[in-house]
């Protein structure tokens, strides 16, 4: 089992930054790669950004690309997501997801969530 713990969310003026961290623990060898989704009220859950846990390799989202950063820094079992330029669309509940495939869809663990409030 793998547990997550989000933290650094907050609120924010359109145009700020804010950064989340996600911690790990339990069996985190076992993970291969993490992710930030987010989610609006009445709205599905959506993809921010992935991260593979060996290379490093990110994917984002079109709506966040060039404005977010995902990193991971594995001695800490942490995965950061660095958000600039904020926007009040990006207002949302922010979760971190890690699993032991990479590509997947279909998260094994998630954090309880956190939130981000973007104001204009």
């Known amino acids: 089992q793998v547990q997550l713990v989000e933290s650094g969310g907050g609120s924010a003026q359109a145009g700020g930054s804010l950064r989340l961290s996600c911690v790990a623990s339990?069996?985190?060898?076992?993970?291969?790669?993490m992710a930030w989704y987010r989610q609006v009220p009445g709205k599905t859950r959506e993809p921010v950004a992935t991260?593979?846990?060996?290379?490093?390799?990110?994917i984002y989202a079109d709506s966040v690309k060039d404005r977010f950063t995902i990193t991971i820094e594995n001695a800490k079992n942490t995965v950061y997501l660095q958000m600039n330029n904020l926007k009040p669309e990006d207002t949302a509940v922010y979760y971190c997801?890690?699993?032991?495939?990479?590509?997947?869809?279909?998260?094994?663990?998630w954090g309880n969530g956190i939130q981000v409030s973007v104001s204009s």
């Open positions: 339990g069996a985190v060898s076992s993970i291969n790669a």
């Open positions: 997801a890690a699993d032991h495939a990479v590509g997947t869809k279909n998260w094994n663990y």
């Open positions: 991260i593979t846990t060996r290379s490093g390799t990110p």
